[in-house]
Structures are given as structure tokens and as C-alpha cells.
């Protein structure tokens, strides 16, 4: 049976309509104008991942909560799993904060023509579908500047299926190309990520990085006028440059990321005549922000940990150097005719995670007044206006008491009910908070049921991390200059306060209760750092060479530790071994005496 649920957004009637028709049109391919660019596979199944336009903001407190809680992202595929029901207070015991807000219709439909009929939205068609419309309730009216979107009982969008945009590669010719049916799945599973690029790389990189190669060693042999048999002269050639990772602490972000991707150290020099050694390959540094969490891709182990400006850790030694034959020079060969090719700089893909160093973040639910609350306790701008979901990214500010006490504060993007099941944005930043010392909640009074809002974002805490829950916090109400939030103040600090959470009533906008806010919460955080202080973490600069010991370890392991494995299939033996590899590698084959 198939059944459709109809979820309430920004978008207009006549708005829909538009954006049913553009989807439905196939375009015709044409040949790309430029063939040097390329189009990138678009899949039209999660284009409505995007988030909404804000809508015109409205100066009535009761639409203040209301938006605080209208979903503006499609909800993951998993939840529409189940068949949906008309939702029905009795028939679920989850806080659903949306239930309250969000203009929400649910339907069964079991006729699937029925179903094609009412979404077909060619142009022939459009005057009957207004009339099923009509006839099912939809009037445009009462959209009232909301977008529908129809789910199947799979959650996927019937306009998605019907009208799938079609997108066209080109070669380098501009000639049409048919990709294989597996770049679809590819694109599907680019576009399931679900987050905009822009917002994936801010606190998330995959970087590749390779240590130099060491320069050739060389065979010569000193020729010089008067000097007979001047003996073997051929120098070593240079070590491969290093890669460093530092901590830069004008950084707050990975995004320089996006554009640079591959890391590689310079190669050495090689050897020369007259016993001359090569130059040592150029260094690469890597900057990242404070705050930096350094895996090896596809490795959940953490290498590193970057916490302070000016940390610098040895991440990949150079590769060595190949020996000169005027090196091989001995009592029983003082002639040698060979020499060491450099050795290979080692390389890896590590995938970075950002998690910023803030010592208060401020949670709380879409629109509350958490970006607001951060440009009155700090010199921070971040964006602040009435809709949900203005912050994408975390904002820092610095919050100055005097010289000597400052703090840290991070504004996150708002969290949903469901986030961490990837509603809304937040859950994508809960991470920023782990590093926090304490929380701040901010709770929008103006909304129609605060409480019922602080338990869904504490909730959200709690599934995303019990750690998290853990954290000590403390809750401003906020929007206290509205009557509606004035009148429910005293029930909402009576009820936490009986809990045993601090609760704190301020206005934001007017500047009236957060100093006793933020007061509160450097208190918060004094207590906190006094009973952490035995900790120290990743402070000593001697672990953060590690990484290279254990690669460097790796290098020198013995000649004589290898296996032999045996291929039936094609009668093949195989001989692996870290330093039997480097030596094979390390061996010049074009010198005779090597083979020796
Ligand atoms: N009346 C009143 N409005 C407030 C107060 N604090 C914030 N607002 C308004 O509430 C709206 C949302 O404020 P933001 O600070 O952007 O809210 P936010 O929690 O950062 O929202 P997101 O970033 O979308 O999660 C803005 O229009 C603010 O002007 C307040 O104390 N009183
Ligand atoms: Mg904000």
C-alpha cells in the first residue's frame, strides 16, 4: 500500500508548481559549448537536500516558534521506512516538537494511478491537477508560503522519479559520452552525504602526503692529472624533504582543503663527482587548525592530535639517501662499481577532522537566539535573523571579562529533534562541542512549548554522545521582552530549577540577563578545568613525532623477516618483506656488481 506523507516548508504554491515543471522537462542534449568543462553528474534525488530560502520574516511572536521548528531538510530514507500515520499525540511516546509547529498531512492513498495523476504535472495536465487538488483539500491559500514535497512509503519524491533531470557528460571534443549505469550509483552515493560541500569541508579533509624521495647515489671515479687511480668518488645523493603537520592558529577552519589536496615533500639531489653529496629535498609543512584530528584514511585509530598554535609534528620522514660508491670503498674492494638508488619517501591518505577548541558552546534548538547571545557577550559577528538555520557553520568569539579571563565561545547551527539521525544541520557540528568544557542551552520562550524544546535538544545530546549529556551546562531563557515568553518564564525556571539546572531568564536582543549568563558559565568553566586539571592530553611535544618512528620502525626492518606465499592459480611464489622491498628498491639493477 502505498501511502504519502505531505511535510510543510517555505515554499508557495505557485512555487511548487514552477519547480514540479522544471524537474519534468527532459532536456534535449545538446553538445557542450565548452568541451573543457565538464559537468558533474547531478542526481536529482536529493536536490531537495538544499536547504530553503529564508522566508519573509514575520514580526508575530507566535510565527517565531513556529519556524523555530520547521524542517528544512529531507529527513533520511530510513524514516520513511514505515508506513506513516496521521500523527496522533497517543500513538507515540517521543517528544515531537514538530508535531506542535509544523503544519504536517498525512495520507494513505492505495491507488497508485490515483497517486500518477495527482503528481503529473505536464502542462496538459495542470487543470486537473488542480482540481484532484481542490478536491483533496490543497488550496493555495492555505500553503500559506509552504513547500510540499510527496514521499513515498520508500521516501523518495514522486517528482524525483517522474521527472528526473537528465545530465549529459562530455569528452574533451564536447561529443556526448554514455557513462555506465555503476557512475549513477556513484552519484547517489556522492549526493547521500547529504551536506553541502562547503559545509562537509569545514571541519572535514582527506589530504594526500608524500615525504620526498632520496636522491641516486652515484658511481665516479676521481680523474685528476698527477693523481693515478684516484680512487672511487661518487658522492650520496640527498635525503627526501619531510612532511610536518603544524597548528596555525589563524585557521578555524579546514576549507583551505578543498583546493589543495595533494601534499608532496621535494626528492633529494642526487650524488655527484668528487665525493659530493646531494642537496636534501625541500620540506612540506601542512597547516591546520587548532583543534586538528590527524587519522590515516580508512583507519579509525587517531594518529595525532593538534591542540595548540605552534605545534609541529613530524608526520613523514624523507626517504634516504642512495650511497655513492665512493661509500662501498673497502680493504677488499677499492674499486666498488656500485651505488644505492635513493630511497622512496613514504605516503599516505589522511583524513582530517576538526573539532574546535572552544570552552563554552551554546546549543540549542533553530532560532532561539544562540548567534544573538554571541555578538552581545563578544565581539563576534555572525549572521543573526529570524529564520531557522541562519548558522551553517560555528562561530567562535572571544568573551573578555578583563585581561586575565577570557574565554572561548562557540555558536553551533541549531539542532532539530532527530539530528542525530541527520534532521537539520546540527548533528553535523555536535562535534565541536565535544572539546567544550560546558554548555550553554538556549531555549527560545517565545516558542509555543520551551520545555518541551529543551527535552528534545537534550535528547538530540544524549543520542549523539552520552559524553556530551554529561557536560556540565547551564539553560538561558531567552526572549523575555515577549510577552508570551515573560508570562511562561516563571513555570519554565520552576520546573528545571526543581531538576536542579540553573536556569537563567534573558533577553538577547536587548542586552538585559546574559552578563549573569555568560557569568555563569565561566564559573562553570573554572570548576570544570579545576577538576581536569591532572589531565594534559596530547600536550607533550615528544608524542607528536610518533607517527614517524613507527613509519621510520616500519623501514628498517631486517632483510631476512620476510614470508613466502604461494599463488596455485598460477603457480607463482611471492616473497614479501618491508626490507626486502626497500632493499630490492634501494638496488641500482644497472650496475653490474649490484647483481653480485
Ligand atoms: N524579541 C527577541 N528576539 C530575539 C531575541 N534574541 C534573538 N531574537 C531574534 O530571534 C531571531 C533568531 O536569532 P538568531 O540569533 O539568529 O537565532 P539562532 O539560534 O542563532 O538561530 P539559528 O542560527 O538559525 O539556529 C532573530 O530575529 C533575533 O533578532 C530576544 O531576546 N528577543
Ligand atoms: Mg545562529
Not at 320 to 344: D, M, T
Not at 509 to 529: F, M, N, P
Amino acid at each position: 500500500m502505498a501511502s504519502i506523507t505531505i511535510s510543510a516548508s517555505f515554499f508557495s504554491r505557485p512555487q511548487l508548481q514552477a519547480q514540479a515543471r522544471s524537474r519534468t522537462q527532459k532536456p534535449s542534449p545538446k553538445r557542450n559549448p565548452n568541451p573543457k568543462f565538464k559537468p558533474k553528474k547531478l542526481n536529482n534525488k536529493f536536490k531537495s537536500l538544499s536547504l530553503s530560502s529564508p522566508p519573509p520574516s514575520s514580526s508575530s511572536s507566535s510565527s517565531l516558534g513556529a519556524q523555530a521548528t520547521t524542517y528544512t531538510r529531507l529527513p533520511p530514507k530510513e524514516d520513511f521506512n514505515f508506513e506513516f500515520e496521521a500523527p496522533s499525540s497517543d500513538e507515540s511516546d517521543e517528544i515531537k516538537l514538530s508535531d506542535s509547529d509544523v503544519a504536517k498531512f498525512a495520507f494513505h492513498n492505495d491507488s497508485s494511478e490515483a497517486e500518477a495523476e495527482m503528481l503529473d504535472t505536464d502542462d496538459d495536465d495542470n487543470e486537473q491537477q488542480e482540481e484532484e487538488n481542490e478536491s483533496l483539500g490543497f488550496q493555495d491559500e492555505t500553503f500559506d508560503g509552504k513547500i510540499v514535497d510527496f514521499y513515498n512509503g520508500d521516501g523518495s519524491s514522486d517528482f524525483e522519479e517522474e521527472g528526473e533531470e537528465e545530465v549529459y557528460y562530455y569528452d574533451s571534443d564536447g561529443k556526448l559520452i554514455n557513462l555506465p549505469e555503476e557512475f549513477d550509483d556513484l552519484g547517489l552515493e556522492l549526493k547521500e552525504k547529504g551536506v553541502p560541500a562547503v559545509m562537509r569541508c569545514f571541519d572535514r579533509a582527506k589530504i594526500y602526503v608524500k615525504a620526498g624521495d632520496g636522491g641516486n647515489g652515484v658511481v665516479a671515479f676521481r680523474r685528476e692529472k698527477y693523481v693515478p687511480l684516484g680512487g672511487p668518488s661518487g658522492g650520496d645523493g640527498g635525503r627526501g624533504g619531510n612532511v610536518y603537520l603544524e597548528v596555525d592558529g589563524a585557521m578555524n577552519s579546514l576549507l583551505p582543503f578543498r583546493n589543495c589536496v595533494h601534499y608532496r615533500a621535494g626528492r633529494g639531489a642526487h650524488g655527484q663527482g668528487r665525493m659530493m653529496c646531494g642537496r636534501k629535498g625541500e620540506d612540506v609543512v601542512v597547516k591546520v587548525a587548532p583543534g586538528t584530528v590527524v587519522r590515516e584514511a580508512g583507519n579509525d585509530e587517531v594518529l595525532l592530535e593538534l591542540l595548540y598554535p605552534g605545534q609541529r609534528a613530524l608526520l613523514l620522514p624523507g626517504g634516504r639517501g642512495g650511497r655513492g660508491n665512493a661509500s662501498f670503498k673497502s680493504g677488499n674492494n677499492k674499486v666498488p662499481k656500485i651505488a644505492e638508488n635513493g630511497e622512496e619517501g613514504p605516503e599516505m591518505w589522511l583524513e582530517l577532522e576538526l573539532k574546535l577548541v572552544a570552552d563554552v558552546g551554546i546549543v540549542g534548538a533553530p532560532n532561539a537566539g544562540k548567534s544573538t547571545l554571541l555578538s552581545v557577550i563578544s565581539a563576534a559577528q555572525p549572521e543573526i535573523a529570524n529564520y531557522p538555520f541562519t548558522t551553517l557553520l560555528p562561530n567562535l568569539g572571544v568573551v573578555s571579562f578583563d585581561y586575565d579571563s577570557t574565554m572561548v565561545v562557540a555558536d553551533l547551527p541549531g539542532l532539530l529533534e532527530g539530528a542525530h539521525r541527520g534532521f537539520g544541520l546540527g548533528h553535523e557540528f555536535l562535534r565541536h562541542t565535544e572539546r567544550c568544557s560546558a554548555l550553554v542551552h538556549v531555549v527560545d520562550g517565545s516558542g509555543q512549548q520551551p520545555e518541551l524544546e529543551f527535552d528534545a535538544v537534550r535528547l538530540e545530546l544524549e543520542m549523539f554522545s552520552p559524553e556530551l549529556a554529561e557536560k556540565p551546562f547551564i539553560v538561558a531563557y531567552n526572549k523575555m521582552d515577549l510577552p508570551e515568553a515573560y508570562e511562561n518564564s516563571p513555570s519554565f525556571k520552576e520546573k528545571l530549577e526543581g531538576l536542579g539546572i540553573k536556569t537563567f531568564c534573558m533577553s538577547a536582543v536587548k542586552r538585559e540577563g546574559t552578563h549573569e549568563v555568560i557569568s555563569a558559565a565561566y564559573k562553570l568553566l573554572q570548576e570544570t578545568k579545576k577538576s581536569n586539571e591532572g589531565f594534559k592530553g596530547f600536550e607533550d611535544p615528544k608524542d607528536l613525532n610518533h607517527v614517524a618512528d613507527m613509519v621510520q620502525k616500519q623501514r628498517s626492518s631486517s632483510i631476512s623477516e620476510f614470508e613466502i606465499t604461494r599463488d596455485g592459480s598460477c603457480s607463482t611464489w611471492y616473497v614479501n618483506g618491508a626490507g626486502l622491498q626497500r632493499f630490492v628498491q634501494m638496488t641500482n639493477w644497472r650496475y653490474v656488481y649490484n647483481s653480485y
